[in-house]
């Protein structure tokens, strides 16, 4: 889940794991796969299923 600074929540909690937006991204896991997601929750980049 990922709040603003008002404490409004922007991000639904959808994630196992999720690290601080760094550089306007961060680092979040689901399913085991690593993913980069944006502040409004788009992701930007998802590791692929082998």
Avoid: C, R
Wanted: no cysteine; net charge positive.
């Amino acid at each position: 889940m990922f709040i603003d600074k008002q404490g409004n929540l922007v991000i639904a909690p959808q994630y196992e794991s999720a690290n601080i937006f760094k550089y306007g991204l961060a680092e979040a896991s689901k399913d085991i796969l690593m993913t980069y997601i944006n502040k409004v929750g788009k992701i930007i980049w998802q590791e692929m299923k082998l």
